[in-house]
Each structure stands twice: as C-alpha cells, then as structure tokens.
Nanobody, 115 residues
Framework: QVQLVESGGGLVQAGGSLRLSCVASGIILSIYTMGWYRQAPGKQRELVASITSGGSTSVADSVNGRFTISRDNAKNTVYLQMNSLQPEDTGVYYC?????????WGQGTQVTVSS
C-alpha cells in the first residue's frame, strides 16, 4: 500500500518560514518525480515545485527565490522549504509522486500565513 504523509504545515506570520516534509512508504521514492502542489480556497490546485529522479528542480514563478524543493532518497522523503511566506501562500499543500502512469497523492497539510 502506497502512502504519502505530509507534515510541517501550520500558522505563520508573513515573512516567516516553514519546512514541509513528505514521507513515502510502499514505493521506491528515488525513481519518482516528486511535486508539491497547493490549493487555496476557491482556487484550483497548482504545482508549486517539483524535483525529478535525477535531482532537477523547478518552481513556480510565484515562489521562485522563496521556496526550495529537495529530496532525501535514503529517507524516502521530499521537502519544501518555504521562506518569506506571504498571505497568498495560504492553502493546503499536497505531495505528489509520479512515475510513468502511476501517480499518488498525500492527504495534504494546511499552511496559513497571517498578515
């Protein structure tokens, strides 16, 4: 059974930082492209950052320079370091694992940034 479990969300003031973690079980995380998505109230889910099996990363323009994605394959874990958080970063953050036709999602972790 595949599970992705996110943690690290919470309430933070604007300008603050959080680090999200996503621990995978039931898959060999190293072969997957991992992504962090977020969904704000009333909006569609959007890709925030991704990292390939080879370690190449990309981030959305809206978080470029503030968010960093990384992975520790030995721990089957992917991280999202979020700095200089702004109220518009508020939402539920989801971890995603993708390989060929397979895609898995975590249950999400809430991030709330107060102004």
């Amino acid at each position: 059974q595949v599970q992705l479990v996110e943690s690290g969300g919470g309430l933070v003031q604007a300008g603050g930082s959080l680090r999200l973690s996503c621990v995978a079980s039931g898959i060999i995380l190293s072969i997957y492209t991992m992504g962090w998505y977020r969904q704000a109230p009333g909006k569609q889910r959007e890709l925030v950052a991704s990292i390939t099996s080879g370690g190449s990363t990309s981030v959305a323009d809206s978080v470029n320079g503030r968010f960093t994605i990384s992975r520790d394959n030995a721990k089957n874990t992917v991280y999202l370091q979020m700095n200089s958080l702004q109220p518009e970063d508020t939402g539920v953050y989801y971890c995603n694992a993708a390989y060929l036709h397979m895609r898995y999602w975590g249950q999400g972790t809430q991030v709330t940034v107060s102004s």
